[in-house]
């Protein structure tokens, strides 16, 4: 029986990448001179810390630029709020969502059932759903339905067999 799997994962390594080009811009930058801003990659996050609100906004402007010039999906940052941090300087952690959590699974699920296409199963395993059909091409009609509508994540479709 054909299926798929719909998975939500970005990159680490064009993540790291992107990160430290941003990084170097900012040090390299005029407007960003004196200010103590940084960018900062932990295990699934990136710390951005600088001395104002308009300053992180350019600071995040930098980072999505960098991330749309290595093909990473701006919907994979997840941001936080902004914090206050020594000497009136702001904090702001930006998250990576990798995976698909329960909700966004059941999102998913609902929105394959409401396609109405005719033998087309799916199921939740981890952090992952498989789509399974009798026809390939009900299958490659569910991917085109999931690539249409947004789910807040960045969507993989992975493993196609037949």
């Given at each position: 029986?054909?299926?798929?799997?719909?998975?939500?994962e970005?990159?680490?390594?064009?993540?790291?990448?992107?990160?430290?080009?941003?990084?170097?811009?900012?040090?390299?930058?005029?407007?960003?001179?004196?200010?103590?801003?940084?960018?900062?990659?932990?295990?699934?996050?990136?710390?951005?810390?600088?001395?104002?609100?308009?300053?992180?906004?350019?600071?995040?402007?930098?980072?999505?630029?960098?991330?749309v010039?290595?093909?990473?999906?701006?919907?994979?940052?997840?941001?936080g709020?902004?914090?206050?941090?020594?000497?009136?300087?702001?904090?702001?952690?930006?998250?990576?969502?990798?995976?698909?959590?329960?909700?966004?699974?059941?999102?998913?699920?609902?929105?394959?059932?409401?396609?109405?296409?005719?033998?087309?199963?799916?199921?939740?395993?981890?952090?992952?759903?498989?789509?399974?059909?009798?026809?390939?091409?009900?299958?490659?009609?569910?991917?085109?339905?999931?690539?249409?509508?947004?789910?807040?994540?960045?969507?993989?479709?992975?493993?196609?067999?037949?």
């Amino acid at each position: 029986m054909p299926s798929f799997d719909v998975v939500s994962e970005v990159d680490m390594q064009e993540v790291r990448n992107a990160v430290d080009q941003a990084d170097r811009e900012i040090a390299n930058r005029f407007d960003f001179k004196g200010t103590d801003s940084s960018i900062e990659l932990k295990d699934q996050s990136i710390e951005l810390e600088t001395a104002s609100e308009d300053r992180l906004k350019a600071l995040t402007q930098v980072l999505e630029e960098k991330f749309v010039k290595r093909k990473l999906s701006l919907k994979s940052l997840d941001y936080g709020k902004i914090e206050e941090a020594s000497k009136g300087a702001v904090r702001q952690t930006v998250s990576l969502a990798v995976g698909i959590n329960a909700d966004k699974a059941r999102d998913i699920g609902k929105h394959i059932k409401a396609l109405g296409v005719k033998g087309v199963q799916h199921q939740t395993q981890g952090e992952q759903l498989r789509v399974t059909a009798k026809k390939r091409d009900d299958l490659q009609d569910v991917i085109a339905k999931l690539k249409e509508h947004d789910f807040g994540i960045p969507l993989q479709f992975e493993n196609f067999r037949d």
